[in-house]
Each structure stands twice: as C-alpha cells, then as structure tokens.
C-alpha cells in the first residue's frame, strides 16, 4: 500500500513536469507516440505471456482485441498529431470588425487513468495515447485482477516512455481509493457501473470532469434472414464476437440475442453447428477461449445458471472446470426475463436467446432497460435498421457486425446513461483530454462606440440597428438622418 | 403577495405554490412600484392557479418532482421533442416572447437588479434572440448525421455519427443574468430536441416568477416546465434521475449539483465562476483599453458577473497612468457621483452587500482605496471602486469578488504577471490589453483560463463559434452556439456492415496463417496482407 507522503511527492513531482512546459512539445507527444509503439512491437512475447497468465487469452485473440489495435491507434495518432494540435478558426458574426477568433487545444494537466483487467494492455494504452498526444502527464493504474500485466505495464513504462510524465501505480481498491482523493485535471475510469459512480463522486470534489467507460447488456436482435449466406455469416459474428474477446468478458460483448420465435429452432441449429467450427469438439482443449479472470467471477457466473429455470433453459454448453477457470461456452433459450441472468451483465460466455413475437418488438424490450454501451443488429430490413437508429438509444449501433466498432477510429467510443459518459478513440482520445480554449484577439482601432455608458435612447438605438444587422438603419442615424426616438 | 417584502413570499408555477425564501430587504421604493403590484395581481390571476383551495400550502417536495420528471420522460418517449417541427415550434415560440415582451423582461431586470435598459437589451435580451435565430438557421445542419470515413481495418463498411437527444434534462440558473443564463441553455436543450425543466434562481424574483410565466405561455408545457424555488426545491429536483444537468452559479454549489448526479451517473455542464485577471501593458492606446476596462467591469452588471474583469496586474511603472486614466474614465461613463449614476446596475441584495462591504472594509484593504469606495446600503449602491496592491493573502484577493471593485496588483514585468495568474485556480476568462505581439503569444501559450480575449473583455462570449465554459475550478463542459446542441445531445456511432467481404481470420479456431494476415490487415501493410493471403491461399 503507497504510503500518503510518498504519493504526494511523486504527484508533485509530475506536476512540475508539466509546468515545465515540456510535454506540450510536438516533438515529445510524438517520441511517446512512438516509445507506445516500440513497446508493443518489441514486447509483444512478454505481452502475450502475461495476457495467457492472466487470462488464458489466445496470442491471435490478444493481437486481434489488444495489440494490433493498439499499433493501429498509435499509428492514427502519429499521423493526425499536428492537425490535432492546430486548433480551428471560428466564424465571427458580421458585426465583429478587425477580430480574430480561434478555438486552441490545450492539455488538461495532470490526468488519472484507471483501466479495467480484461483488455489490460487495450484498456490502460488506447486512453494513454490520448492523454499524451494531448499533451498531458499521467498515472496509469492498470486493474490488480490482472497482475501479470498490471506488473508488466509497471516494468516496460518507464523504459519506453518518459518517467518523468508518466508514472504506474499499482494495487488494488485502496490504491484506487487513495488515488481518487487527490486533486486531478481529468479522471479516465473503465470499469463497473458500481465504482463509476464512486469515482464520479469523488471527482466532485475538486470538480474534475470525467469519462467513465462503464457496462451494460449489449443486445444483438437477429431477423429472420434468408440467405443462407447471410445466416452463416450473421451466427460466425455473433459466436465470434460473444465468446471469443476475453470469453464474452467485455464490455461491448453481445449479452443476449433477440430473435423472432419462428426462426428460433434454425438460429439455434445454426449456433450448435457453428460453435463446432469454431471451438472443436472439445472448446476447452481447443486454447480459444480465455479463461474467466478469477474465482469470484467464476462464482458469480455460476450463480447465474443456479436458478432451475435458467439450467433448464440451455440448450448447449453449461459444463465448467472450477479449478481452471474454465465455463463451457453455453447458449440459453428463453430463461426467464427476470431471472438475474437476464438482470445483470453478465460478463461472461453465457448467451441467451430470447424469443419475441415479431422482431420489432426488439426495440421495446431494449427501451425498457437502461441504455447498453453498444446494440446490434442483423437485418436486412432497412425501416428496422432506421427504426432501432432513430427509436433506440446507445453508446453505439452496429449493423450486421457486433463489436468491430471499437477498432473504428472515426467513430466515438463511449456510453451513455448507465453505460458512461464521455468518449475517446481516435481524435475524440485527443479531445477528451484538452481543454479547447476559445482565444479572440482585438485590435484597438475600431470600436462602437456606444458600446459604453453614459447610456441614452439613442446608444439604444444603434444597439438595435447593429444587433439587428441593420447596416443601413446604422449608418442614417449615425449620420443624423433619422431622429432618434 | 408582496415578494419585496423580507422573508417569505409565494409564487406560482402550474398549479403549485412554492415558498420562494428572498433576501430582498423591505424596499419602500420598489413596494410603490406599479409594476410590482401589477405583476403580482396577474401572478395571482394566472390561469395556473388551482381551482381547489387544499392545493394552497403544497410544497415541492420529492414526490412533486418525481412525478415531474415521470411526466415529462413520457412526453419524451411519445418522440415529439425529437421532431424538427416541434423544435422550430418551440425556438420560434421562444423568439416571439422575447420580442413580444421585451418591456415586461426589461422591467423585471430592473426591480432584480436595477440593471439599466440598455445593459438589458444587449447583455440578455439581443443576446438571447441572437442565440435563438442562430439555432433556427443551422438547426437542420447540426441534426444531420455526419458520415465519417471507415479504414481498412473496418472495410468494407460505412460509418456515421448520429446527434440524438439525451432524454429530459434540468437547467439551473443564477441571477445575475438571470434571463439570459435561463434561456440560453434551454434553447440548447430544445434544439436538441430534449424535454427541459428550468430551475431560475430565487434571488432574481421577478425574473424567475416572468420565466415561469411567459415560458408557460408561449412553449409547450407538455415538455418545457420552470419550477421556482430555493434550496429545498432545488435538492427535490437534483435528487431524481437526469440525463444531464447544466448548472451556472458558483463553485461550491456546482460540487453540490455533480455529487448529486454521480449518484444516476448524470453527466454535468457546471458554468462557475473565478477570479478572471486582466493584465495591461504600457504598450496600449490607453483610453480604448479604458473604456474597455469599464465596459467589462462597472457596465457589466456592476462586477456582478462570471466574466467580468475580477483584478488588474500591471507593472509598478504604469500603474499610475491606468489609476488616472480609470479615473477620467469613470467620470465620463458615470458622471462625477458614479454612485448615482442610473448606469449602473445595483447589487443585488442585502447579503452580497454586506459580503462585498466587508471585503472592501478589512483593515489592510481599506488604506489601499485609490479612488471611490463609498457605499449606499438603503439603494444596494457601491461606487466604481479601485484599489492598488492590496495583500495576496486578503480576502478581496482570495474570493472572486463579484462586485464594482477592481483591485490592481503591479508586478515588476508582465511575465510575472502570468506566474501570478497561474499560481491561482484557472479562471473562466483571463485578458490581455497589450500591442506587443510577443506578449500575446506567451499569453496565449501560457497562461490557462476558459477563454481569452486579447484587447478587450467579455466580448468572447458573443461569438456562437466559440466554445463558452470554464476548465479546473472554472467549470466543467461548454456551450453557446452548436456547442450548445452538442453539448445537449448525445453523439452516437452507426457502423454499417454487410454480409459479405467477411473473412474469417477473426475467428477461431486461429492459426498462425490467421495471425499473420491479421497483423498485415490491422497494419493496413498491403504487400503483407498480399502475402499472407497468398500463403492463405496455398493451404
């Protein structure tokens, strides 16, 4: 545990950092860039030893969600750096005259960034690269429930990047504590809906804002599609995109499907067919699938089956190997609504299909739960794709694909409601940790002047003239040749 | 009925009645107002009055505002707010009120805060029409989703960013520019398309009980609602769940109003205030910089406002030139007893009086006077007040001071003029008056406040292009113009995929084949992805 004094002193010493003035330097946001880069390529072994450590995570799978995403985001970086840091002219109103107006960014300061363990790496680097491209110092506190990476960001930070902006500290929820009760510039949180609020309360009193990437239960409604093509195609992503990244253990995983009931049985002869292809006869021996991170977690998702009902509904899957961490990827068909499964996010490689009478009765059932980071949709219907756009609320809506967004970097990254506020990715990574400063500049030369007291009607009536654009008006009673009132 | 009087007094909004606590001394002058009793009888006579006579002693409390809010989030989910119709409706709406009733806003500015017409009509009322016509003209551009590129990463796929409302949200006003701080952001929330109820501050009386009213009459009550009040009505209101909260007052408030909504995870706008410097350099045309300095001190509601010139620096060199020349400048604004000019607004009640009074009446402060310094407690009246190299450590250098007194601090060089700036909390705007094109550079470079504005004051915030919000103790967030909508409305990715063009590289079960296509493919290295497909191919 970080003595009190200790954490001070190293916050003291980051703040005259940047007081220095040096990170504000083009040249040292893009050697940071750049030191992020030579970690991920030269580490990349240790990288993937950790994540097998910590969750038994696939070298293709970690480069897929982690690595590779991370190399693409620093890449976007570097080339987008100067035209970030340019700022923007703003347009004047024509009543202006010999003014400049611009909007200039700046970086916050010192930022706090707390990352959450099942995209470790992913978590803790792509809210980093935002703070440093802005320009800001920062602490990184990677997630205690993954301590091979957390220990590992710990080691290779301070080689690749500069130490003195950029300091790890690890540990667990009083760490945490302590560290919310100091004063920052910005605090990035990902994690729980459940400390997001901790932390936003905590924030309030020094009035730091906050992005909070929080969770939710992410939908897929699947419509009775006809091409086979399309069927295939639809099932490969949603297996793909639910069991794969981390064993369903992330935040824009999809939760639960929605789906007509006359297309249930194909859906699900689908599904039992395409988990073959993909996990093998064995899931377990097949190393495709990550482990679940600890024994609570396992705990907490066996619970969820514990319900008769629930057991009652699987359909395939439901085995699990406590010592190893290990739960059978498991598909559910209709366990009951308000059963916890289908109450909490469920964090993990548990799928339930719900059937409804009509798909469009997806959106209902959506809107009668707190807003998800992420919904989706497999249709070819266009009025159901502009219904959900324009009826449903969240983070994000991906058509015919589920969690693919997070790779796009033109595309803000963040929830809403329960599942966050705030964003990042891409320019908006850039954004969310500058303050944009509005910078106007005057001249001495030309000014109203009856824009000062002592006030009369006539100063009342130019004010009206001017502010109604009325050129014309302004110039006749300027010029006497309209009695002022 | 009378709300002059000290104390009590009761108002009305939809059917509700709400103990408005006021700090409003008893004011024989306003008391024999005809407008005061004018609007006082038609408060009574609004058609909001319930016809049951139990209804008299109800007082906002939880369950009003529960049941509130659950109103309002079903005129939300009925979709109307959301349509571009119902918004033109209501900007429109909101345009013809302030041009329609200008005089009785004019009116009721002048009882808040004796703020003179002309103050009036140009730091609330054109500004608000301005805000409005400025959303009915863009309002069909900034609803447009804007489609962004996609990457190879994504390919093949298309992509936009759709502006959807939050849901129903809650604005909390302050008093000192108590029409344009309620309307500003509300027309932001509408254009928006967002459900709003509007919490005006209880200090400025008159404009609080003419916003219920007019916003009543002319907007739709369905969606948009004023509830008045004070402390007790406030917490009932930040007690439910919001999709966002704007406030504008203070910082102690505005830490109040965030740990409120960390509680549903509502994301917070808070316009707070600081100490806003102004450093002058010898190298000006003094008495543009002057008339400058006033118009963004004494004209603006007499120091009473978030943006207003708080201190001066300047070199101990020049000090006596801005001293002679402020005052050559505030006797020709104000006339040789600025005190009675009808210029100048008054303060607004007996308690920021008193608490201004004591500011300039501790005892290391008050030898400092260099011109004015009187006071008349029956008519809330201080004179345009300067002061020179009061103490750090006093508390007129301490607090943001909200107030007609302008302390001027002299500093050996202007660059430790910047130190002292950045040694206090970032203010919400810092000014520069300087010709020396270096010094605006490093001012711009280093010195960190909301805003700037370089030669002037206070003008920043007219210009709809520039975000308006504060950044540390300043505040949170920003609005004016399409910020405003921005900041009302939730910006959400739409990623269109199609069925084919899929490959199953993605997927287990992987292969190293799979590993190094997916590494060329994220790269985007497109003699590696030919490679890799080519060796793909083979197997």
């Known amino acids: 545990m970080e003595a009190i004094d200790d954490l001070d002193l190293q916050l003291g ?289 066996k619970s969820l089956l514990d319900d008769p009902l629930v057991k009652a509904s699987i359909v395939h899957g439901g085995s699990m190997d406590e010592d190893s961490l290990y739960i059978e990827p498991t598909i559910l068909l209709d366990p009951p609504t308000k059963a916890a499964i289908m109450v909490d996010e469920i964090f993990g490689p548990l799928l339930p299909i719900i059937t409804l009478n009509k798909i469009e009765d997806s959106i209902n059932f959506i809107n009668s739960r707190p807003k998800p980071l992420a919904i989706y949709g497999f249709t070819n219907n266009e009025s159901l794709k502009t219904r959900m756009i324009s009826q449903t609320s969240s983070g994000s809506l991906t058509f015919n694909d589920a969690v693919i967004q997070y790779a796009a970097d033109t595309l803000p990254f963040g929830g809403i409601g329960e599942s966050g506020m705030g964003k990042y990715h891409g320019k908006f990574s850039f954004d969310t940790f500058s303050h944009q400063k509005a910078v106007l500049r005057r001249s001495f030369l030309i000014d109203f002047w009856f824009r000062f007291p002592p006030w009369n009607d006539y100063k009342l009536q130019l004010f009206r003239a001017m502010y109604g654009f009325n050129y014309l008006l302004l110039l006749l009673i300027t010029l006497g040749l309209k009695r002022s009132k | 009925m009378l709300w002059a009087a000290g104390g009590c007094g009761r108002t009305l909004v939809f059917g509700y009645h709400f103990t408005a606590k006021s700090d409003l001394p008893l004011l024989p002058v306003l008391s024999s107002c005809p407008a005061i009793s004018l609007l006082c009888r038609s408060a009574s006579a609004s058609g909001t009055f319930p016809v049951m006579a139990e209804e008299e002693n109800r007082v906002f409390g939880a369950s009003e505002a529960s049941l509130l809010i659950r109103e309002l989030r079903d005129s939300f989910k009925s979709g109307r707010t959301k349509s571009y119709d119902w918004r033109v409706s209501q900007l429109r709406g909101i345009e013809k009120m302030i041009e329609e009733r200008e005089k009785d806003i004019i009116q009721a500015l002048y009882m808040d805060l004796s703020k003179p017409e002309l103050e009036s009509f140009f730091s609330e009322i054109s500004t608000s029409k301005s805000s409005c016509k400025k959303a009915l003209k863009e309002l069909k551009k900034w609803m447009m989703p804007e489609k962004v590129k996609t990457s190879m990463t ?221 006071r008349e407690e029956k008519l809330l009246k201080i004179a345009p007040t300067v002061l020179l190299d009061v103490p750090e450590d006093s508390q007129i250098m301490q607090e943001e001071i909200f107030g007609p007194m302008l302390p001027i601090l002299t500093v050996e060089n202007l660059e430790e003029g910047f130190e002292v700036v950045n040694s206090k909390p970032k203010p919400l705007a810092a000014y520069l008056f300087t010709n020396n094109e270096q010094l605006k550079k490093e001012f711009v470079q280093n010195v960190s406040a909301g805003g700037m504005l370089v030669n002037d004051a206070i003008l920043h915030v007219t210009v709809p292009g520039l975000p308006f919000g504060g950044i540390g103790e300043s505040g949170i967030g920003a609005y004016h113009g399409k910020f405003s909508f921005d900041a009302f409305s939730h910006k959400k990715g739409v990623m269109y995929r199609s069925f084919e063009g899929d490959s199953s590289v993605r997927y287990p079960p992987y292969t190293p084949k799979k590993q190094r296509l997916l590494k060329a493919l994220i790269n985007g290295n497109i003699i590696g992805i030919i490679l890799a497909l080519i060796s793909w191919y083979r197997k």
């Open chain 1, 13 to 301: 010493m980051l703040r005259e950092y940047y007081y220095s003035g040096k990170t504000r330097d083009a040249s040292w946001r893009r050697s940071q860039l750049k030191g992020i880069l030579s970690l991920l390529k030269e580490r990349e072994d240790e990288l993937f030893r950790a994540l097998h450590q910590d969750l038994g995570k696939h070298p293709v799978e970690a480069y897929r969600d982690e690595i590779g995403c991370l190399i693409k985001s620093v890449n976007y970086a570097l080339d987008c750096l100067s035209q970030w840091m340019s700022g923007r002219k703003a347009k004047l109103p024509r009543a202006a005259l010999l003014t400049s107006a611009e909007i200039i960014p700046e970086p916050l300061g010192l930022v706090l960034i707390i990352s959450s363990w099942n995209f470790p790496f992913g978590l803790s680097l792509e809210p980093l690269i935002g703070a440093l491209a802005a320009g800001n110092v920062a602490v990184l506190k990677p997630s205690e429930s993954a301590p091979a990476s957390s220990s590992l960001l710990a080691n290779l930070i301070p080689v690749y990047l500069d130490n003195k902006a950029v300091n790890v500290v690890e540990g667990g929820p009083d760490v945490g504590q302590q560290l919310l009760h100091k004063k920052w510039d910005k605090i990035f949180f990902t994690g729980s809906t459940k400390i997001g609020r901790a932390v936003m309360a905590a924030a309030s009193e020094n009035l730091t804002p906050v992005t909070l990437e929080l969770g939710g239960k992410c939908p897929a409604v699947i419509d009775s599609l006809t091409r086979s093509l399309d069927r295939e195609v639809a099932v490969q992503r949603v297996l793909g995109t639910k069991f794969s990244p981390c064993a369903g253990q992330a935040c824009i995983a999809i939760d639960y499907v929605l789906v007509e009931e006359k297309f249930s049985p194909t859906l699900v002869e689908l599904m039992k067919g395409m988990m073959k292809k993909m996990f093998g006869e064995n899931p377990k021996e097949s190393g495709s699938i990550a482990r679940i991170v600890n024994k609570r977690h396992l705990q907490r998702l």
């Open chain 2, 154 to 374: 994504t390919y093949p796929s298309s992509a936009e960013i759709v502006s959807e409302p939050l849901g129903v949200v809650l604005v909390i006003s302050a008093w000192n520019y108590p029409f344009l701080l309620s309307l500003d952001p509300v027309i932001g929330a509408i254009a928006a398309g967002n459900a709003v109820v509007l919490k005006p501050s209880e200090i400025a009386p008159a404009t609080s009980s003419l916003l219920a009213r007019l916003l009543e009459e002319y907007l739709d009550k369905s969606a948009i609602r004023v509830v008045e009040g004070a402390v007790p009505e406030t917490t009932a209101l930040l007690d439910q769940k919001w999709d966002k909260i704007m406030y504008t007052g203070s910082g102690r408030v505005g830490r109040i109003v965030m740990a409120a909504a960390a509680r549903h995870l509502t994301p917070v706008i808070l316009e707070l205030g600081g100490k806003c410097p102004a450093i002058v350099d010898s190298n000006v045309k003094l008495e543009v910089c002057v008339r400058r300095i006033i118009a963004g001190k004494w004209a603006a509601n007499s120091g009473q406002a978030c943006i207003s010139i708080d201190y001066i620096i300047t070199t101990k060199q020049f000090a006596p030139k801005l001293i002679d020349a402020l005052k050559k400048g505030i006797e020709e604004s104000f006339g040789e007893k600025p005190i009675e000019s009808p210029d100048m607004s008054r303060i607004v009640n007996a308690f920021h009086f008193k608490r201004l009074v004591n500011l300039l009446d501790e005892e290391r402060v008050y030898h400092k006077i260099v011109l004015g310094g009187q």
